[in-house]
């Protein structure tokens, strides 16, 4: 619904770009998924359409990836920001892909720990 989908112009253009040189290229629609599940459907319905997926996180690449050259739908993963499990003992935590570096280490503090920015290790699921 109207909370999680939008066609309008800003919003597009605000997710049509990062801190790139690249020029703005907005997608067609941002939409908001807050679970696994609607991503999943969300991302089953494009492929079926034949139409373009480009994710969304922050928006401060350097690479232009965000820029949505064929159009297509922006997946804003910013809401996706829940902090799923810590084990102190091997050193992982698992989290939904709009967990920022600032939350993480927010929820880290107090254990001895920190997430230094460009230190990422992803496990395929």
Not at 6 to 33: K, L, N
Request: charged share 15%.
């Amino acid at each position: 619904g109207a909370p999680n989908v939008s066609t309008a112009t800003t919003v597009r253009e605000q997710h049509g770009h990062d801190e790139s040189m690249h020029p703005c290229a907005p997608p067609d629609v941002v939409v908001w998924p807050q679970a696994v599940g609607q991503v999943q459907e969300l991302a089953a319905l494009c492929h079926r359409c034949r139409v373009p997926m480009v994710p969304f996180g922050t928006g401060t690449g350097l690479e232009g990836g965000v820029n949505a050259v064929q159009g297509g739908v922006c997946f804003d993963l910013s809401r996706m920001d829940t902090i799923t499990e810590l084990s102190l003992e091997d050193f992982s935590v698992t989290v939904e892909p709009g967990v920022t570096c600032k939350a993480l280490n927010k929820h880290l503090r107090g254990t001895g720990l920190w997430f230094p920015v460009g230190t990422v290790s992803m496990r395929g699921v």
